[in-house]
T-cell receptor, first 113, second 111 residues
Framework: NAGVTQTPKFRVLKTGQSMTLLCAQD?????MYWYRQDPGMGLRLIHY???????AKGEVPDGYNVSRLKKQNFLLGLESAAPSQTSVYFC????????????FGPGTRLTVL | RKEVEQDPGPFNVPEGATVAFNCTYS??????FFWYRQDCRKEPKLLMS???SGNEDGRFTAQLNRASQYISLLIRDSKLSDSATYLC????????????FGRGTSLIVHP
């Protein structure tokens, strides 16, 4: 099993450009999450999904959109990138129960110039 | 008040030392508790779940104090390889079980 994978691993964008980050999991998990991690800020939840076809806003959703068309994939989109979106983005998945462990992908390092 | 609070550290300890971290949470209805470990520039990984009766895994001991709303992690006989950031995670009861992460406590173990 590959677990949780993320594409791409690194990306540099110019302000105003758009891009999509792809997260895939092969554990048949219901819940998927997108986080960003900035120095001194910890992990902050952007959006999450509790099942195929569902999405919900997290703590810091502005400037991002998501889609969960297939159970195994969770896409994070930046329509018009801003320097404030420079960060490390982690995707995670879990079974969805309170005691379930979250499994994280290796992260995507995004720089917006 | 932030939902989950941790002392950011860093805790700088020599090999072989015992070190303890605390984490406080604000939601008294929280149901599940975890410690994750995150190495530099890597993804977080589960270190251990925290059970009401306390639990131990080798050199690591986790405890929960519901009355005072905190969890703790004790590391005995620290190794250089224990150097990492330790994240406290709390999951609510009911609704969507979306966990809340603390900002992490940095541990540096030196020779």
């Amino acid at each position: 099993n590959a677990g949780v994978t993320q594409t791409p691993k690194f990306r540099v964008l110019k302000t105003g450009q758009s891009m999509t980050l792809l997260c895939a999991q092969d554990m048949n998990h219901e819940y998927m999450y997108w986080y960003r991690q900035d120095p001194g800020m910890g992990l902050r939840l952007i959006h999450y999904s509790v099942g195929e076809g569902t999405t919900a806003k997290g703590e810091v959703p502005d400037g991002y959109n998501v889609s969960r068309l297939k159970k195994q994939n969770f896409l994070l989109g930046l329509e018009s990138a801003a320097p404030s979106q420079t960060s490390v983005y982690f995707c995670a998945s879990s079974g969805g129960l309170a005691y379930n462990e979250q499994f994280f992908g290796p992260g995507t390092r995004l720089t917006v110039l | 008040r932030k939902e989950v609070e941790q002392d950011p550290g860093p805790f700088n300890v020599p090999e072989g030392a015992t070190v303890a971290f605390n984490c406080t949470y604000s939601n008294s209805a929280s149901q599940s508790f975890f410690w994750y470990r995150q190495d530099c520039r890597k993804e977080p990984k589960l270190l251990m779940s925290v059970y009401s009766s306390g639990n131990e895994d080798g050199r690591f001991t986790a405890q929960l104090n519901r009355a005072s709303q905190y969890i703790s992690l004790l590391i005995r006989d620290s190794k250089l390889s224990d150097s990492a950031t330790y994240l406290c995670v709390v999951s609510p009861s009911g609704g969507s079980y979306i966990p809340t992460f603390g900002r992490g406590t940095s541990l540096i173990v030196h020779p």
